[in-house]
């Protein structure tokens, strides 16, 4: 079976600063990369997805991620955060042996302004 | 707006009691997703459904847990005898796009079992 490790539990940043989420999974065969989103308060949401391709994906608010198969990562990265980043983001992935989406432990993102 | 309604937000039970939570997405989805959360993790796979049929069960729903989705529509979560470690936020999802790890996620189901 999958699994998803985030290897930060807690990130605090200044405005401005760069980010780097790190995400790495265990699985042989072909994944689908996620990474969501938990705002204070709201629910969960997509915010960059892989399939294929390009292993460099942009999502929205500026966030991309990278796809490294030799490494079985999928960092999430940020040149310049924002206050209003501030929350929990999780990697997350799917295979083609189900339906389930796997998630890891999450990253706490405080910004401070 | 994620298309997700779950009902209670909140329920607060005593151990032993059986709780049933529902969840109607927007419009008739085909997938239809409930994951459970504990605090400071990330969410946890329950069971799929396909219109409804039920295609997977994770191995952490026991005996205790059953999900029904009568009629391809809305979504129920029932837990009978609840525990203290029942306790948690429990998470329906609907399918977007056509992979299965595209989700629309509800705002969530808060279980307190005291």
């Known amino acids: 079976a999958q699994s998803v490790s985030q290897h930060n539990h807690h990130v605090i940043l200044s405005e401005a600063a760069s980010l780097e989420l790190g995400c790495n999974y265990s699985?042989?065969?072909?994944?689908?990369l996620f990474w969501y989103v938990q705002y204070p308060g709201q629910h969960l949401q997509l915010l960059l997805k892989y399939f294929s391709g390009d292993p460099l994906v942009k999502g929205i608010k500026g966030f991309e991620a990278e796809f490294i198969k030799s490494k079985f990562s999928f960092n999430l990265r940020k040149p310049s955060v924002q206050w209003s980043d501030t929350a929990e983001y999780y990697c997350?992935?799917?295979?083609?042996?189900?339906?389930?989406?796997?998630f890891g432990g999450g990253t706490r993102l405080m910004v401070k302004p | 707006d994620t298309g997700v309604s779950q009902d209670p937000r909140h329920k607060i039970t005593k151990r032993g009691q059986n709780v049933t939570f529902r969840c109607d997405p927007i419009?008739?989805?085909?997938?239809l997703y409930w994951y459970r959360q504990t605090l400071g993790q990330g969410p946890e796979f329950l069971t799929y459904?396909?219109?409804?049929?039920?295609?997977?069960k994770s191995r952490l729903l026991s005996d205790r847990f059953s999900a029904e989705r009568p009629k391809g529509s809305f979504s129920t979560l029932e837990i009978q005898r609840t525990e203290q470690g029942d306790s948690a936020m429990y998470l329906c999802a609907r399918g977007q796009g056509t992979n299965t790890g595209e989700l629309f996620f509800g705002e969530g189901s808060r279980l307190t079992v005291l």
């Open positions: 997350a992935v799917t295979t083609n042996a189900g339906n389930m989406l796997t």
């Open positions: 699985y042989g065969g072909t994944v689908n």
């Open positions: 459904f396909q219109n409804e049929a039920q295609l997977e």
């Open positions: 419009s008739e989805h085909n997938r």
